[in-house]
């Protein structure tokens, strides 16, 4: 069965800070595609990136930056310089290929704060 | 392109009465599918639709029904409404099987 977890519920950092958010997996597929969402305080959530299961190479946009790591089923979340406009809930998510159709599972979500 | 639009942003009901709500995909998109997030259970799968069809079906009670129209635009209704409906409802589109882009969401309060 498939499985998001985020073990990280809250975190808080100061401006400037780099942090992680950690995503770990569980997929039977070998199809199969990884996202990571932003939900500011509005609750729309934001598309970020996403990964399919066949390119594990990380990618860089801006102060963001994602690790896929197929050995460890991780797919971590990197803010460098944080700032406030950052303060938002982080959603992983994963959708793999069911019988005959994709569905979507969410994890639980990372608050991150980050303090002027 | 437009984004996923939802009507409305904002209600309120009382316990019993029911509620629709509904969803306007992006374009060309043909998969919708709603969500239910509360601060205790996170985002919760309800029901996908595609090409007016139900696709795929969350753990909800049939108080929970969809349907979507032939220009892919969806609603969803709660009928009996009970205090726990309380909730923000987002509704997401895709083209294909990959991402999912989410509207602004629903936020119920049953009082």
């Known amino acids: 069965a498939q499985k998001v977890t985020q073990a990280q519920t809250e975190i808080s950092v100061v401006e400037k800070e780099d942090v992680t958010l950690d995503c770990v997996y569980e997929t039977r597929d070998t199809t199969y595609y990884l996202f990571w969402y932003k939900q500011p305080p509005s609750g729309e959530l934001v598309f970020l990136i996403r990964?399919?299961?066949?390119?594990?190479q990380n990618e860089i946009s801006g102060r963001y930056s994602w690790n896929f790591q197929k050995s460890t089923s991780s797919f971590n979340f990197t803010i460098t310089a944080s700032q406030v406009v950052d303060s938002a809930v982080y959603f992983c998510a994963l959708s793999e290929r069911g019988s005959g159709t994709y569905k979507y599972i969410f994890g639980t979500g990372t608050r991150l704060k980050v303090l002027a | 392109k437009a984004g996923v639009t939802q009507t409305p942003r904002y209600l309120i009901k009382t316990r019993g009465q029911q509620v629709t709500l509904s969803c306007s995909p992006i374009?060309?998109?043909?998969?919708v599918s709603w969500y239910q997030q509360t601060p205790g259970q996170g985002l919760q799968f309800l029901f996908e639709y595609f090409s007016e069809t139900q696709r795929n079906k969350g753990n909800f009670p049939g108080r929970f029904s969809g349907r979507q129209f032939s220009n892919s635009r969806s609603e969803m209704n709660v009928s009996t409404l009970e205090l726990g409906d309380s909730a923000l409802y987002l509704c997401a589109s895709s083209f294909g099987p990959d991402t999912q882009y989410f509207g602004p969401g629903t936020r119920l309060t049953v009082l």
């Open positions: 374009s060309g998109h043909r998969s």
């Open positions: 990964r399919n299961s066949f390119d594990e």
